[in-house]
């Protein structure tokens, strides 16, 4: 088992940065690759970032190519998403995620075995 807890969520203006991050507990977060995904209220769940469990590959939404950073730290069993430049569009619950086995890259949504509970992350105009 894997527990996920994000953090970093709150009311940025527009332009403005975040960084979230999502604490693992549990099994080896090393072993795991990790992704962030958001949802706003009546939307769908929108993939937005992924790690490999050594860092070494990312994936962006290209919409938030070149706004957004994900990284990792294995050793804190932490992984971030820096978010900058916010748009009122970003508003959403974030969410991240572990996949064991991704089973392709970018990881599809269904090898994440795991999720957090979310942060909400409001962007105002």
């Known amino acids: 088992q894997v527990q996920l807890v994000e953090s970093g969520g709150g009311l940025v203006q527009a332009g403005g940065s975040l960084r979230l991050s999502c604490a693992a507990s549990?099994?080896?977060?090393?072993?795991?690759?990790m992704g962030w995904f958001r949802q706003a209220p009546g939307k769908e769940r929108e993939y937005v970032a992924a790690i490999s469990w050594s860092g070494g590959s990312t994936y962006y939404r290209d919409s938030e190519k070149g706004r957004f950073t994900i990284s990792r730290d294995n050793a804190k069993n932490t992984v971030y998403l820096q978010m900058n430049s916010l748009k009122p569009k970003d508003t959403a619950v974030y969410f991240c995620?572990?996949?064991?086995?991704?089973?392709?890259?970018?990881?599809?949504?269904?090898?994440?075995?795991?999720w957090g509970q979310g942060t909400q992350v409001t962007v105002s105009s």
């Open positions: 995620a572990a996949a064991l086995s991704a089973r392709g890259w970018p990881a599809p949504i269904s090898s994440y075995d795991y």
């Open positions: 549990g099994r080896a977060f090393s072993g795991y690759a």
